[in-house]
């Protein structure tokens, strides 16, 4: 798991840019978040071929780890850091959590989306220079140029999957990142220095299905099939590519 975490979040896809945050808007998805202690903010979105800024509906918890953002394409449900990310490794609570917002939100956009997602990213624990270069000969197989090593680096590796949740059978994206990160985190003791290997993850139905047919009945099951997922790859990431020979 990760030694600090990023953030994890699920998004569903639909159109939501008839949600604009009026008074009466803000009042109806309000009433069930409240009493989660979230509280309501705008954000502004910006799309291609738009002369200027929208403005968006979001919600936030009073301690910021959760938020909620209704933007023109997708819902996103986020979970942020707190204690240095270590609430970010529990990923059965996580679901738990985004199935019951789910479960207040999609029925009051009363639209079906059609593509679900689950991603998130976060760090490992602190090597020396030569462990981490080490890690970039296993990942990246680097030219004689770089045979000593690289400050910075990333690989991306992408597949398909064949999944069934809820009664559907669904084609997969599967998309691993890993990447060397060198600079600055904030945190919420401040500013702190990285130098560390970066795993990004994203589980997500291929895009080419656009029937609208995911409700939050589907959200738990997918994200059981999402979290066995991850879990696999960061550990195949670890035993591959961190452990010593």
Request: net charge negative; aromatic share 8%; glycine share 8%.
């Amino acid at each position: 798991m990760f030694d600090l975490g990023g953030n994890l979040q699920c998004s569903i896809f639909l159109d939501a840019s008839r949600i604009s945050p009026t008074t009466d808007t803000i009042a109806t998805y309000l009433a069930p978040l409240a009493v989660k202690g979230f509280i309501p903010y705008t954000f502004q979105e910006i799309l291609p071929g738009n002369p200027g800024p929208l403005n968006r509906l979001g919600f936030q918890s009073l301690d910021k780890e959760w938020t909620i953002n209704l933007t023109s394409q997708r819902i996103d449900i986020e979970r942020n850091p707190v204690n240095d990310g270590k609430n970010l490794n529990d990923h059965v609570d996580f679901a738990k959590q985004v199935s019951n917002f789910f479960a207040e939100v999609l029925p009051l956009v009363n639209m079906k989306g059609h593509r679900i997602s689950f991603s998130g990213n976060g760090l490992l624990g602190e090597m020396d220079e030569g462990e981490l270069t080490d890690v970039y000969k296993k990942v990246i197989n680097p030219i004689p140029l770089y045979a000593r090593g690289a400050f910075e680096w990333d690989s991306r590796s992408a597949r398909h999957v064949d999944v069934e949740f809820n009664g559907k059978q669904e084609t997969c994206n599967i998309i691993t990142m890993v990447n060397r990160v060198n600079g600055e985190i904030q945190n919420q003791d401040g500013t702190r220095d990285i130098n560390r290997i970066q795993i990004k993850f994203d589980f997500n139905t291929i895009p080419d299905a656009t029937e609208s047919r995911f409700t939050q009945e589907d959200v738990a099951p997918f994200l059981e099939i999402g979290i066995d997922m991850i879990t696999r790859l960061l550990g195949e990431v670890e035993d591959t590519y961190t452990k010593n020979d």
